[in-house]
């Protein structure tokens, strides 16, 4: 089980909307079944030996979408990062908020803080991109090497300054809702990531549709450049 040879996967979990829209339903009930999948998914995924997990939950972009949506969205989030920490205690994961949280109010980082520093020592990693961008990331690093007093940067130091350092770059991207696109996401660290997209939409993303996607990656050629 701990030989899954893939180490790091990442989820854009894309659909919650048209699902919600199949039924009739607000795309707000969407975001809700979408939060439930998204513990179940990553609770698998982590029961099948993969150490990091990153989920895409909210982008840069996304504010572009009526309040309502937003405030659902930020509704669900906030439930989670208050009421899960035993969960993640019980799990090992260690939990790690990307993106740029400086927008937030004092109140809500203090509490994502607050779930981060508990969950500080456990040795899973489950990244939860909120307000991120995969260019603001890049600004970021590169905002904090300035600050630090360089005038020239390496790969390896924009690499250090990511917000997910702590683990390495995704072997697998997996977006769901069909569309062959990142939207922003993980620009730095996917460079070689290989990309499995289906048209399932999130809300219905199942175990099996993880396995699926780990089988193709199996058979995968990874070159890397090389031959
Ligand atoms: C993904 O589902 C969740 C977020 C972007 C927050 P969408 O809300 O984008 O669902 P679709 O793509 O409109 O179906
Ligand atoms: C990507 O989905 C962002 C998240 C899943 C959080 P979008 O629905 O925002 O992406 P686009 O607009 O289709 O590119
Ligand atoms: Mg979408």
């Given at each position: 089980m701990e030989d899954c040879p893939v180490r790091h996967i990442a989820f854009i979990m894309d659909g919650n909307g048209r699902w919600a829209k199949k039924r009739l339903l607000p795309r707000e009930y969407g975001h809700k079944v979408g939060a439930e999948v998204f513990e179940k998914i990553v609770g698998y995924c982590s029961d099948i030996g993969i150490n990091a997990v990153t989920v895409?939950?909210?982008?840069?972009?996304?504010?572009?979408?009526?309040k309502h949506e937003i405030e659902a969205i930020f509704g669900l989030f906030s439930d989670y990062i208050d009421n899960r920490t035993e969960t993640l205690m019980k799990k090992n994961v260690r939990l790690v908020f990307i993106g740029?949280?400086?927008?937030?109010?004092p109140d809500l980082r203090k509490r994502m803080e607050a779930v981060e520093n508990k969950t500080i020592n456990n040795e899973k990693l489950l990244f939860v991109a909120i307000n991120y961008g995969g260019r603001s990331e890049i600004c970021h690093a590169v905002n904090e090497l300035i600050a630090e007093g360089a005038t020239e940067v390496s790969e390896e130091d924009i690499t250090a300054h990511?917000?997910?350092?702590?683990?390495?770059?995704?072997?697998l991207i997996v977006r769901t809702g069909?569309?062959?696109?990142?939207?922003?996401?993980l620009l730095w660290q996917s460079a070689y990531s290989e990309i499995y997209v289906t048209d399932t939409l999130w809300p219905d993303m199942t175990n099996e549709d993880v396995d699926r996607a780990l089988n193709e990656f199996k058979r995968r050629n990874r070159r890397f450049g090389g031959l």
């Open positions: 895409y939950a909210f982008s840069t972009e996304n504010w572009k979408r009526p740029d949280r400086s927008v937030f109010s990511m917000y997910t350092k702590l683990a390495p770059d995704p072997d069909g569309e062959y696109r990142l939207s922003n996401f």
